[in-house]
């Protein structure tokens, strides 16, 4: 492999596989190719290759939606609360 930096796992066509562990998914070394069409190893490299393009999320909007579900967690917690004082009295 003559440039390490047209691997598979830096190529646009590339999506890893993944195993599922007891608490969290772990990325194996292969995955699959759409311009192959099959599995290919990620140190492997092709005539087909192109770079990743930037998808990144801008900070503001994960804190946004990171705030979103804690404020749906919040209010959940509040009826389960209000149940179980419900319970209680009868």
Excluded: H, W
């Amino acid at each position: 492999m003559s440039n390490k930096g047209n691997r598979c796992l830096n190529c646009d066509y590339f999506m890893c596989y993944y195993v599922k562990n007891v608490k969290l998914f772990k990325k194996t070394e292969f995955g699959y190719c759409i311009k192959d069409i099959g599995t290919v190893k990620k140190d492997g490299c092709c005539a087909a290759y192109a770079p990743k393009k930037c998808r990144r999320t801008p900070k503001r909007s994960l804190l946004y939606y990171l705030s979103d579900l804690l404020t749906e967690i919040s209010q959940i917690r509040v009826i389960l609360e209000e149940e179980a004082e419900q319970s209680d009295e009868v």
